[in-house]
């Protein structure tokens, strides 16, 4: 595997123009299109890039991440992170790529990985942005692009400044970004949890047979035992399981009373009483329309 210790040697092997500064580079996706190499294999190199791909075909792997978001993307490289390419020459955007040379000698950027942990190989995620910030975040790479195109005396210094812009930046999208994604991840716990409890419900609900209550075949029943709205209890049963919370009901009701039709000598009338029927008649209506057979027809064929 290639391994570049200088940007120098990184622009050369995919086939770029050299960089006007031995620690610091700055290039448009544009400018590279005509000569960049297409499909580069895996290589590691010793930088931090940070990026934003405006357009772009084909895939990048930058560490673990194989799918970028499908809108404008802003990503990044670490140093020693595996990365390749296979794409098409419509990529544009911008990135800037430095060295540990350059952090050394900023004012600027001593506590450049606990101020912007999402450097950090493990942290390093890409993420989309919305069209303001697009807007908002090339300006910033444009007037690097510039001031790095024609290099003066105080280059270095204003070049630092608006990296550190750019970089507050990212990192406001990015935490704005993050957090969302773990609220949602917190959600997404919370509603499988709530499943679970349901499921548990439904399943100690039936376990006195002597106690009746017509209650335990409503979903309302178990939405008020586990304090939430009845509408809200259904939605994340269906959305996870993709059935109502009645059917889940009916289902393990269904289970219990094949179990008992099969492996016990209750009667139809005793098994629909244990299942907190009001009435015989009630449960054969229920279980022919769920099974197409009678109870008692039910019990004969499987025992033949």
Known sequence: MQ?????????????IAPPKQPYFDIRSFEENMPTVVANM?????????????????GKAISGHHTNFPDGATVFFNSPFQIISWDILPDWEGYYLIFSKEFITQSKHLQQLLMEFP?????????????????????????????????????????????????????KRFFNAQTNKEEALE??????IHLLSRFQTAIETSFYNSDTFSKKTHSPSYYAELLAVHPNHLNAIVKQITGHTAKAHINKHILRLAKSRLLQTDMSVKEIAYSLHFEAPNNFSSFFKKNTNQTPNSFRKTQHL
């Open 118 to 170: 999402f450097l950090k190989i493990d942290r390093s995620i890409p993420f989309e942005v919305k069209s303001k910030e697009v807007s908002k975040l090339l300006s910033v790479y444009e007037a690097i692009y510039e001031e790095n195109r024609t290099l003066k005396e105080d280059s270095l210094a204003i070049i630092e400044a608006q990296v550190l812009v750019l970089l507050n930046f990212v």
């Open 186 to 191: 917190e959600f997404r716990k919370a509603d």
């Open 3 to 15: 391994h570049f210790k200088t940007i120098e040697d990184y622009c050369k092997a995919i086939q």
């Open 41 to 57: 294999e895996p290589f590691k190199h010793e930088f931090f890039a940070i990026a934003i791909k405006v357009e772009g075909s």
